[in-house]
């Protein structure tokens, strides 16, 4: 039944083979050229694009029979592309939006499908309901033409979306001070699509380019899933190590997401990349306008925008939530806690590319390494520590969170607690100024139980109360 698929913080995943299937896939691209039919926007085409997941490029080439049968122009990208990439290909293409076969960070048992609006951006929440709701029931609802055909007709285009989108990056940064910074930049694309890229870019100057797990392999070899965290970046931290590297650049399975480990092979957390970047655009370039973050981010954010006189915006977890906010404020940047930032001038859309190329920009500028740059942030907001803990769940959710909502703690890791929040979770506000979150995920089924404070000998001891909130312990 149609209700099997259900689009969640970022498009609709499922395990291959079981309920993602070409069936299950064709009828989702269904509901998506009927919803795009209904906008009056179908002339326009839709963006197909893939990663490097097991039959990625087959279920794309599914949904390009399904665009084609329904009289809709399917741009087909002609290799694994990252997701930035194919969200900016929406605007070259002046496409009505995109339908993106991936499943970011998800583990290689998964494949998805993410669905993108006429600015590169993720849908609203309210558009994706559409989209479920369109979905028919069984295969017999769905209208499809075979690829051949559709070639034939121009129905189906096969495109290089990397040319205008390398165009578009050199208007917003000068690539040549890092191609003459003299950096041994380390790159880890987890067997991803980030391969290849910023040797690429950085190419015929002094700074010199190491990549590893930079082809294909779906099965993921030394991480447990393409998500730029430890311990799946541990390989790369030790081959920073060994490489006497500056920096370790990181980016996820689709490459829309970034980590970093710093000059001594240790991980730098989320947040704290988050802080870095907003800095770098408010401090060293000068720009002004509002941030967005999820709810599940830093309050270095908050510190900074008081700083330097700029409005904050929190919203719910997930860019079908920060994308939107980001164009009706024309914020600066947006981001959330798992590592996807998007920024003024470009799509609305996480891009791992431009987070790596800016962060390099900002060593440059600054002349300082990534142990010295986190130094100075902090000298700025104040020390910050985060940490998270991830649990599978398959239980009762709604008796689950209402013991969450009954348990009422006063203090959270000897922190008193200051408040609740439940706009996307429970995130308990703590009296140093640090929070506890406890969600349902909405890409997997897990409990995440994170948390940020001020005091760095507090973060197991809030961590352990969570899951003890949450019923995890």
């Not at 490029?57 to 399904?66: L, P, Q, T």
């Not at 040549?176 to 980030?194: E, H, I, R, S």
Request: charged content about 25%.
């Amino acid at each position: 039944m149609a209700k099997d698929i259900k689009f969640g913080t970022d498009g609709w995943r499922g395990e291959i083979a079981r309920d993602y299937t070409f069936d299950s896939v064709q009828r989702a691209a269904q509901g998506f050229a009927t919803y795009i039919k209904k906008l009056n926007i179908a002339g326009m085409g839709v963006v197909v694009g893939y990663d490097m997941r097991f039959h990625s490029e087959n279920f794309a080439a599914a949904v390009a029979e399904v665009l084609a049968g329904n009289g809709i122009r399917a741009y087909l990208t002609q290799d694994a592309t990252p997701t930035p990439v194919i969200a900016y290909a929406v605007l070259t293409q002046k496409a009505a939006g995109a339908v993106n076969i991936t499943a970011s960070h998800n583990p290689p048992t998964d494949n998805g499908f993410k669905v993108r609006d006429e600015n590169g951006g993720a849908i609203d929440p309210e558009g994706l309901i559409e989209i479920e709701n369109a979905i028919p029931d069984s295969i017999v609802g769905v209208t499809r033409m075979p690829l051949a055909e559709a070639k034939e007709k121009g129905l189906v285009q096969i495109f290089d979306a990397a040319p205008k989108y390398i165009e578009h990056l050199k208007d917003l940064i000068d690539l040549q001070p890092l191609k003459d910074a003299g950096f041994t930049v380390m790159v880890d694309t987890m067997w991803g699509n980030g391969a290849g890229w910023f040797p690429r870019l950085l190419a015929g100057g002094k700074t010199r380019v190491i990549e590893i797990h930079n082809h294909r392999n779906p099965i993921y070899p030394e991480m447990q899933r393409p998500e730029p965290i430890q311990p799946n970046v541990d390989a790369g931290l030790q081959a920073t190590l060994d490489n006497k590297a500056d920096v370790l650049l990181i980016t996820d399975g689709d490459a829309d997401r970034m980590g970093l480990g710093d000059e001594k092979g240790k991980f730098v957390d989320q947040l704290r990349v988050y802080g870095l970047l907003a800095y770098y655009l408010l401090e060293i370039r000068g720009q002004r306008g509002p941030i967005v973050k999820t709810l599940s981010t830093t309050t270095m954010l908050n510190k900074l925008g008081k700083i330097y006189d700029v409005p904050v915006y929190e919203t719910g977890v997930g860019f079908k939530y920060v994308a939107p906010k980001m164009q009706e404020v024309d914020a600066i940047i947006g981001g959330e806690e798992s590592g996807g930032y998007a920024f003024r001038g470009n799509v609305p859309e996480r891009d791992g590319i431009l987070a790596g190329l800016y962060f390099l920009d900002m060593m440059v500028k600054t002349g300082k390494k990534p142990t010295e740059l986190i130094e100075l942030l902090f000298a700025k907001v104040g020390a910050h520590y985060y940490d998270r803990i991830d649990s599978l769940f398959s239980g009762d959710r709604a008796a689950r969170e209402k013991m969450i909502l009954d348990a009422k703690p006063s203090t959270i890791g000897g922190l008193k607690v200051a408040g609740l929040d439940t706009t996307d979770g429970f995130k308990f506000n703590l009296d140093d100024g640090g929070w506890l979150l406890i969600r349902f995920s909405g890409t997997e089924p897990k409990m995440r139980v994170y948390c940020e404070t001020t005091h760095g000998d507090k973060v197991q001891a809030i961590l352990q109360d969570g899951l003890k909130i949450a019923g995890l312990k």
